[in-house]
């Protein structure tokens, strides 16, 4: 089987940050860092239960994609969690701890069960999923499909 070679890999890499230029999100991979994720994938299991999940996503995502920042560095995951409010002093609990490995467990169980197999991914009421970046057009259908059986 045969893989892509270097410079198809740089052309679908610029065509997501085409994309999420577009769609007022800044990707850029020339900044990104390596990293291991669940950590940070905990403390969004906190934050979910705060009703902070989607502050501290995009403040995650803009970290990494945007600014280079280390997201599996303990500082920068309490420094993080801070801009959106969250207190320190119980994320530090969490890291100093297993609390919530579970709930990621489950997410990761759940995805692959789903056919998850690269980020980003998608899923629209347990019945639609989008994989990879698309065009904004393509969540409007599925969004509008949603709402129409939901109706």
Do not use: C
């Not at 997501?16 to 850029?28: K, L, T």
């Not at 995502?61 to 969690?81: M, N, P, W």
């Amino acid at each position: 089987m045969k893989g892509i070679s270097r410079e198809e890999s740089k052309t679908m890499l610029q065509g997501v940050m085409d994309m999420g230029q577009a769609s007022g999100v800044d990707i850029n991979y020339n900044v990104v860092k390596n990293a291991n994720t669940k950590d940070a994938h905990r403390v969004l299991q906190y934050a979910k239960e705060l009703g902070k999940d989607s502050e501290y996503f995009e403040r995650l995502y803009k970290a990494h994609f945007s600014e280079g920042q280390v997201i599996s560095d303990r500082e920068t995951i309490i420094s993080l969690a801070g801009d959106v409010g969250i207190d320190s002093t119980k994320v530090v609990k969490v890291l100093d701890s297993n609390e919530y490995d579970e709930n990621v467990n489950q997410d990761v169980y759940e995805s692959r069960l789903a056919g998850v197999s690269s980020v980003p991914f998608f899923v629209f009421d347990n019945k639609y999923s989008v994989s990879g970046a698309q065009p904004v057009e393509l969540f409007s259908e599925i969004l509008d499909k949603v709402w129409e059986e939901e109706m």
